[in-house]
């Protein structure tokens, strides 16, 4: 039976994950790979989980096997609450709702927002697993380039003007300019850059006087490990003068406490957060009850901050073994470079031209290293000399020695 003809313009358009398949090529005996966004095993509270489980299996099984409400657990949303205005964004349980992890939280905002033929910022490179998402909506992109302090919204601001003049107005003007804006402010995959508090205040006063939206991706903030710790815009924009609900906020457990549990959650407007309920009802129904009742657990006991601080110390170890092995093996040659992560489980590491990490990729598979082509996070095109690099997941070793054979390759396939 011919099946092509059958499917959706949507499912057409969708494409295996670039990273999920190369990760199929790197599980071989002797190979180091660093093109996984894996978080390091040894962090996991294997033995905390299993308390967890064992002592909510016995004190409330009723809740934790059965359906919960689509807007999530009562208990872990008010918990969820607390905890972000722990880290400075006060909120109600109304403008908060449990998800399948931040994949299905991307999936829903393209439910929510998108139509064929919709525009969507975001920062260049960015986040494969949103470009997916969005993309599946028939979406286009318009990607801004990004320097040592994040996005940079001169250029943002010079595109918005661009629109907005041949936008026309009223209901024109809507129909024509970009449905939001999506970036990750702290510790950015593929990058590893952090936006500046400057280029945070800026963002929130450019979407302001276009009246856009930002869907803001915090999977990292609680994953630093130097220098000073930034509000969210979305923490930002309740303290501006009168407020204001244009963030919608997306946040995992999986790289706190274990991408297992396929928890996440989203913060937002009321009616925002309503629009969700709807689109989730028609996907899963609601999250499952028993990670959110393991998840309640661990943030009421405080093992939550333990796991975090693990986090923390392991990556910061690890991080600085990357930097030390790529300052003492990577040939010194024009043009190449790579980022200094203050936190966050990734780097970004610049060829210089004309070496091409696409077509390198082979190579390097020969030589049992192995990295994600940073060309998979361009929305348009591009970076065909840039790779990702993980560092939360290798041992400190691993990463040496990988790091020592990336840097061979490099320096054999360089002009001489």
Not at 289 to 312: H, P, T, V, W
Not at 358 to 380: H, T
Request: charged share 25%; with cysteine.
């Amino acid at each position: 039976m011919e099946m092509k003809g059958r499917f959706s313009i949507a499912a057409k358009r969708m494409s295996r994950s670039v990273i999920r398949e190369l990760l199929k090529l790197t599980n071989r005996p002797g190979l180091i790979s660093f093109a996984g966004g894996l978080p390091y095993p040894g962090s996991f509270p294997v033995a905390g989980i299993r308390a967890i489980c064992d002592r909510v299996l016995a004190d409330s099984p009723h809740v934790a096997l059965q359906y919960s409400a689509t807007e999530g657990l009562p208990e872990l949303r008010d918990l969820l609450v607390g905890f972000l205005a722990g880290h400075g964004l006060e909120l109600s349980r109304e403008e908060l709702i449990v998800t399948s992890a931040s994949q299905q939280s991307l999936d829903l905002v393209g439910k929510i927002f998108l139509d064929r033929g919709d525009t969507v910022i975001t920062e260049n490179p960015s986040y494969l697993g949103a470009l997916s998402a969005f993309r599946s909506y028939g979406v286009r992109f318009l990607p801004v380039d990004m320097d040592a302090e994040g996005l940079e919204t001169s250029v943002l601001a010079r595109e918005l003007q661009e629109l907005k003049s041949s936008s026309g107005s009223g209901e024109e003007y809507y129909q024509n300019m970009p449905k939001f804006i999506y970036t990750i402010p702290d510790f950015q995959n593929p990058s590893g850059i952090t936006m500046s508090l400057a280029r945070r205040r800026e963002l929130l006063e450019i979407v302001a006087e276009y009246d856009l939206l930002i869907v803001e991706d915090v999977p990292y903030k609680w994953l630093r490990f130097a220098g000073e710790d930034l509000p969210m815009l979305s923490t930002l924009e309740r303290q501006s003068a009168g407020g204001g609900r244009r963030v919608i906020g997306l946040y995992t457990f999986s790289k706190i406490l274990s991408p297992g549990l396929r928890l996440g959650w989203v913060t937002a407007d009321p009616a925002v957060i309503d629009k969700f309920v709807q689109a989730k009802q028609g996907v899963d129904l609601c999250t499952s009850s028993l990670s959110q009742a393991i998840a309640a657990e661990f943030l009421k006991s405080g093992a939550l901050e333990g796991a975090i601080r693990r986090n923390r110390e392991a990556y910061a170890r690890k991080a600085k073994a990357m930097l030390e092995a790529l300052e003492r093996h990577m040939p010194r040659l024009p043009g190449l470079n790579w980022t200094a992560p203050q936190g966050g489980m990734f780097l970004w590491l610049v060829l210089p031209e004309p070496l091409d990490a696409d077509r390198m990729f082979k190579e390097a598979l020969e030589a049992n290293v192995a990295y994600v082509v940073g060309s998979a996070f361009y929305p348009n095109g591009g970076g065909h000399n840039a790779m990702r690099l993980n560092f939360s997941f290798p041992s400190e070793e691993e990463i040496h020695e990988g790091i020592r054979r990336l840097a061979a390759l490099i320096g054999s396939l360089a002009p001489q």
